[in-house]
């Protein structure tokens, strides 16, 4: 398919926005480097001033089972980030288009139509690998923001519940067992099928003392701008502004904060997520390091995600056309497995 040029694409944005501009430049690399849903996203100069505008496709995550945004969804997303400003979290402040609505749509020269959001840019720089500080920094802000949601009652999101997409991707993997494969490549998976079914069967068990409905956001290392000084000073992300409740969100949190050497390692540290945990619970004790579903959660979170579910896909596809690829079928398995142990092994 013809591919439109991005100027073209993000001109045409801006003017949607209605704005009386004379220049505009365009960063020439894509601020995109994770993700698949698809979005463009660039940093942008306006007469000057600096922006960031995201441009989503009309289809999300097409290639993913993930589940699709929509236009009403988007909307309470933008409108909570306006709230959660009023609130005192630095969250990026979106520029509005004109008729008090939230988001511009264009049709590109190709016929795509796309979603247009607009923000004032943040200055800052990404942390990937965690201190002590940096954790608890984390623990801090998301405690503020899942308590600010309590307050929140005019925007309401559909409950989130991540052990759903886990069951059905659970169910994908076991259709892999029918396929050609030798038989200790088929045991291999086999037992980390029924490990991911045990933590499953923890993670629906939803009568916690813990369990809490909130409003979050996706608060990965990507997403948090911090100053010379370590201090947060912007969240930059709003696609995943939903419900869920505490103990899901801080399973992702834990995965992701408890990382010491950057976002493709998988060394983690005990004492970065006690300091998240820590800092999180202050000065009241709302989650427990001993429940049993955030130990589940937070296994499904590091070794039951999409990059797992995909790769492990593709190196079974990749084996039946070359069989000394279940060699390297069977160390991934086992990668992901030493993996959950040392994740597990964060809250003991």
């Known amino acids: 398919m013809e591919q439109t040029n991005p100027f073209t694409l993000i001109n045409q944005a801006v003017m949607s926005y209605d704005l009386d501009f004379q220049s505009l430049e365009v960063e020439p690399v894509s601020l995109t480097?994770?993700?698949?849903?698809?979005?463009?996203?660039?940093?942008?100069?306006?007469?000057?001033?600096?922006?960031?505008?995201?441009?989503l496709p009309k289809k999300r995550y097409i290639e993913s089972s993930l589940p699709q945004s929509t236009s009403d969804i988007l909307t309470l997303q933008l409108r909570y980030t306006d709230y959660l400003r009023t609130q005192?979290?630095?969250?990026?402040?979106?520029?509005?288009?004109?008729?008090?609505?939230?988001?511009?749509?264009?049709?590109?020269?190709?016929?795509?139509?796309?979603?247009?959001?607009?923000?004032?840019?943040?200055?800052?720089?990404?942390?990937?690998?965690?201190?002590?500080?940096?954790a608890a920094r984390m623990g801090t802000l998301a405690r503020q923001l899942h308590d600010v949601s309590l307050h929140q009652h005019d925007i309401c999101f559909p409950y989130i519940?991540?052990?759903?997409?886990?069951?059905?991707?659970?169910?994908?993997?076991?259709?892999?067992?029918?396929s050609r494969m030798p038989e200790s490549a088929?045991?291999?998976?086999?037992?980390?099928?029924?490990?991911?079914?045990?933590?499953?069967?923890?993670?629906?068990?939803?009568q916690s003392p813990s369990f809490q409905p909130v409003i979050s956001t996706d608060l990965n290392s990507l997403n948090i701008l911090w100053n010379q000084n370590q201090q947060i000073i912007g969240i930059v992300d709003h696609e995943h502004i939903g419900a869920t409740d505490r103990v899901q969100d801080l399973a992702w949190l834990i995965k992701w904060y408890a990382r010491t050497e950057g976002i493709g390692s998988h060394d983690v540290s005990g004492r970065l997520a006690k300091s998240l945990l820590t800092h999180y619970n202050?000065?009241?004790?709302?989650?427990?390091?001993?429940?049993?579903?955030?130990?589940?959660?937070?296994?499904?979170?590091?070794?039951?995600?999409?990059?797992?579910?995909?790769?492990?896909?593709?190196?079974?596809?990749?084996?039946?056309?070359?069989?000394i690829g279940y060699d390297q079928f069977r160390l991934h398995l086992q990668t992901y497995r030493l993996r959950g142990e040392r994740l597990v092994g964060l809250l003991t």
């Open 186 to 206: 088929r045991n291999s998976l086999q037992e980390y099928l029924n490990l991911a079914q045990y933590h499953l069967d923890t993670a629906k068990y939803h």
């Open 161 to 178: 519940d991540h052990t759903i997409v886990y069951q059905r991707w659970l169910g994908d993997l076991q259709r892999l067992l029918v």
């Open 88 to 134: 005192g979290i630095p969250f990026m402040e979106r520029v509005k288009p004109a008729n008090e609505a939230f988001f511009t749509t264009i049709t590109d020269p190709v016929g795509l139509h796309w979603t247009c959001c607009l923000f004032h840019w943040m200055d800052g720089h990404h942390v990937t690998a965690n201190t002590i500080h940096t």
């Open 282 to 323: 202050s000065p009241t004790v709302l989650v427990s390091q001993d429940d049993p579903r955030l130990a589940a959660l937070l296994w499904l979170s590091g070794c039951f995600n999409l990059h797992f579910v995909e790769r492990t896909k593709q190196l079974a596809f990749d084996a039946e056309n070359n069989p």
């Open 33 to 55: 480097t994770y993700g698949k849903h698809g979005d463009l996203h660039y940093k942008i100069l306006i007469d000057g001033h600096p922006y960031s505008i995201r441009l």
